[in-house]
């Protein structure tokens, strides 16, 4: 008994360091993948210097009003994944308001942050803006399909590739 009470009191901390661990990664590798967000964008929007100085810190403001709407509905989907069995007609109903009110939110980001990028770059690099995001989900999400983009040791690999692949060339 007292062997397996000492177990315990020795294995129970290491749980909780384990998830403090993957928090973490998680939040490198999110790093790393905004890092490369924003090489992505830059070598396909091409930004003054000035223009640059303006853009960057309200496109990541934008980003980050648009994560938290994503996140908050993310939140709502999963508490209606877990409790739909159990809700009745009216609380689906607050539900899908809920839902139709998060893309709305989303929307009035959009809508709001279009006036204030078109008033430090051009509409076509708006649209060059909205093409290099759109090339880059799909980018990102063919590599996760891929397996290439599962953890940092396989980043690394598809990294040392593309390297190779650029000196072949």
Known sequence: MKTKL??????????????????????????R???????????KVYLTPKQAEAFWPLYNLYTSKKRDVYMRNKKNYKKYQLNKSLMDNDELGLTIDEFLKLDQEELDIKVEYVKKFTEIITNKQLIELYDAEESFKKDLLRRIKKGSDKGILNEKKEEKKDIKKKKKR
């Open 33 to 43: 993948m905004k890092s490369r967000k924003i090489a992505f964008i830059s070598d």
């Open 6 to 31: 000492f177990y315990l009191i020795i294995l129970f901390p290491l749980c909780f360091f384990a998830q403090e661990n993957d928090s973490i990664m998680l939040k490198e590798r999110y790093e």
